[in-house]
C-alpha cells in the first residue's frame, strides 16, 4: 500500500512539473517590477524638479535643455551619468564575485529595497524641495538612481532573458511589432508575444498613475506601498522553481 502511495506521490510530482507555468507565475515579476519602476519613476519626477530615477536618458535631455535655458539643478542631473555607472560596476562585480549565485537574484531585490527604503526616509526628512541643486535633491534622487541602476543591471545580467522593467520605449516599439505581427498571423505564439508586451507597458501605465495618487495622499509614505513587492520578489528568487520561470 505504501508503495502504491508513493508512484502516486511520484506521478502527480511529474505530472506537476510538466505542466506549463501560468500567466501570473512566468510574469508576476516583470509586471510587479514595472508597476515599481513607473511608480519611482513618477514620485521623483514630482518632486525632484524632473529627476528621472529609472533612466538616465531623460535626465541628460532635462540637462541640455537647463543649460539652454539656464536653470538649476543642472549638475544634480549630469551627477546621475557617473553615479548609474558605479552602481552597475559595483553590481556587476558582486554578481560576478558571489559565491552561492542561486542567491544572487534574491540579494539583488533586497539591495534595492533597501536603497528605496531610503529614497523614501530622504523625500521625508528633505521635503520640501523648494531648490532644483540644492544638496537635499541630489541625495534623495540618488537614492532612488542607485535603487532602479541595480535593477537595470539585473534585467542585463541575472535576468537578461525578462524584458526590461523600467525602459519603456523598447517595450512599446516590441507591442507595436507584436501587434503587428498578430495582425498578419493570430498564431498562439505571437498571442503570447503580443500579451507580453502589452502587459509591460500598461503595467509602467498603472505604476506611474498609482504613484502620482499615492504621492498626492501619501507623500513619500507611497514609496513603501512599492518596496512590498520588491521584498516579496526577493523572498521568491530563494526559490529555484521561481529562478526558473523568471529566466
Given at each position: 500500500m505504501l508503495q502504491k502511495d508513493e508512484l502516486n506521490s511520484s506521478d502527480q510530482l511529474q505530472k506537476h512539473n510538466l505542466l506549463p507555468p501560468s500567466f501570473w507565475q512566468r510574469y508576476q515579476a516583470p509586471i510587479l517590477l514595472t508597476i515599481v519602476g513607473g511608480a519611482i519613476d513618477t514620485i521623483g519626477f514630482i518632486t525632484l524638479f524632473g529627476f528621472f530615477t529609472a533612466h538616465v536618458?531623460?535626465?541628460?535631455?532635462?540637462?541640455?535643455?537647463?543649460?539652454?535655458?539656464?536653470?538649476?539643478?543642472?549638475?544634480?542631473?549630469?551627477?546621475?551619468?557617473?553615479?548609474?555607472?558605479?552602481?552597475?560596476?559595483?553590481?556587476?562585480?558582486?554578481?560576478?564575485?558571489?559565491?552561492?549565485?542561486?542567491?544572487?537574484?534574491?540579494?539583488?531585490?533586497?539591495?534595492?529595497?533597501?536603497?528605496l527604503?531610503?529614497?523614501?526616509?530622504?523625500?521625508?526628512?528633505?521635503?520640501?524641495?523648494?531648490?532644483?541643486?540644492?544638496?537635499?535633491?541630489?541625495?534623495?534622487?540618488?537614492?532612488?538612481?542607485?535603487?532602479?541602476?541595480?535593477?537595470?543591471?539585473?534585467?542585463?545580467?541575472?535576468?537578461?532573458?525578462?524584458?526590461?522593467?523600467?525602459?519603456?520605449?523598447?517595450?512599446?516599439?516590441?507591442?507595436?511589432?507584436?501587434?503587428s505581427d498578430y495582425i498578419a498571423n493570430r498564431s498562439a505564439d505571437n498571442a503570447k508575444k503580443l500579451g507580453h508586451s502589452a502587459a509591460l507597458v500598461i503595467s509602467f501605465v498603472i505604476g506611474a498613475l498609482l504613484g502620482a495618487v499615492l504621492y498626492v495622499n501619501l507623500s513619500y509614505w507611497a514609496v513603501s506601498l512599492f518596496i512590498i513587492p520588491v521584498l516579496y520578489l526577493s523572498l521568491l528568487a530563494r526559490d529555484s522553481e521561481f529562478l526558473q520561470h523568471i529566466s
Open positions: 536618458t531623460g535626465n541628460l535631455v532635462l540637462a541640455g535643455s537647463g543649460l539652454v535655458k539656464g536653470e538649476d539643478g543642472l549638475w544634480i542631473k549630469l551627477a546621475s551619468v557617473p553615479l548609474f555607472i558605479i552602481t552597475v560596476v559595483i553590481t556587476k562585480i558582486y554578481i560576478d564575485k558571489s559565491r552561492r549565485q542561486t542567491l544572487v537574484l534574491s540579494h539583488l531585490f533586497l539591495a534595492e529595497a533597501l536603497f527604503s531610503a529614497f523614501m526616509i530622504a523625500g521625508l526628512s528633505f521635503q520640501p524641495f523648494t531648490e532644483a541643486g540644492d544638496i537635499s535633491v541630489a541625495i534623495t534622487g540618488g537614492l532612488g538612481l542607485t535603487a532602479l541602476a541595480i535593477r537595470n543591471t539585473a534585467s542585463k545580467t541575472v535576468i537578461k532573458h525578462m524584458s526590461p522593467t523600467v525602459l519603456m520605449t523598447g517595450n512599446t516599439t516590441q507591442l507595436g511589432i507584436g501587434l
